[in-house]
């Protein structure tokens, strides 16, 4: 085992490369203007893709300032919950009579006995 083990470094804990001959690339500063009045400003490369919007801290929506156009939006899908699904294959009479279907059969496993509706 200790031919296996690093002597005099921890694991993890310390990179042993150096920052000699590391160029880092040219960077630029872009502002983002929040609509509550906030000013993020962020070092972005000068290759890269800056995007039109950035989140601000408290939550809003900051725009690139000076962005020009608008960033595309893609229309907002409505979430389809469980119960949209179950209304479009099941009417609500037909939900009531299966509803009413599966408790006489929970009753009658029970052993309670069941109760006729009076209409």
């Given amino acids: 085992m200790a031919e296996r083990s690093l002597r005099g470094s921890r694991l993890g804990a ?34 890269a893709d800056v995007p039109a919007t950035w989140e601000c801290r408290c939550g809003a929506e900051a725009k690139l300032q000076g962005g020009g156009a608008e960033p595309d939006t893609k229309p907002v899908k409505h979430v389809r919950t469980h119960w949209d699904m179950l209304l479009e294959r099941r009417s609500i009479p037909e939900l009531e009579e299966l509803l009413e279907e599966r408790l006489t059969l929970l009753r009658a496993s029970r052993g309670e006995k069941t109760k006729k509706k009076t209409a």
């Fill in 14 to 47: 310390l990179s042993m490369e150096t920052d000699q001959n590391v160029v880092p690339s040219e960077r630029r500063i872009t502002t983002y203007l929040c609509p509550n009045g906030h000013s993020i400003e962020l070092p972005f490369s000068v290759e």
